[in-house]
């Protein structure tokens, strides 16, 4: 079992910047490959970013790709998420998840799940 808590999320302005953290339960957090998904009101939930089990490896959604990047630290039990020049159509309630697998992008493919943090920008 691992417990997912979310937190970092706010109100900020268009271009600005806000670093995600999602800390995780039990020592068996660097078993899981890591993944942040994003779900914006009357829209369904999207992948966003995934990082391999050890942090070597990662993995964007192209609508993200060169602002966001997502990193962990096993010591930690923690998974970041740093998104910078955000835009109004990041708002968003944001989901980190683990998986047993790297570059998962489906919802399903994922096993545990935090209760997610707000964002929202305003323009």
């Known amino acids: 079992q691992v417990q997912l808590v979310e937190s970092g999320g706010g109100l900020v302005q268009a271009g600005g910047s806000l670093r995600l953290s999602c800390a995780a339960s039990?020592?068996?957090?660097?078993?899981?490959?890591m993944g942040w998904f994003r779900q914006a009101p009357g829209k369904e939930r999207e992948f966003v970013a995934a990082?391999?089990?050890?942090?070597?490896?990662?993995y964007y959604a192209d609508s993200v790709q060169g602002r966001f990047t997502i990193s962990r630290d096993n010591a930690k039990n923690t998974v970041y998420l740093q998104i910078n020049s955000l835009k109004p159509e990041d708002t968003a309630v944001y989901y980190c998840?683990?998986?047993?697998?790297?570059?998962?992008?489906?919802?399903?493919?994922?096993?545990?799940w935090g209760q997610g943090t707000q964002v929202t920008v305003s323009s």
């Open positions: 998840a683990a998986a047993t697998e790297f570059r998962r992008v489906a919802i399903s493919q994922y096993d545990y």
């Open positions: 039990g020592r068996t957090f660097s078993s899981y490959c």
């Open positions: 990082i391999s089990w050890s942090g070597g490896r990662t």
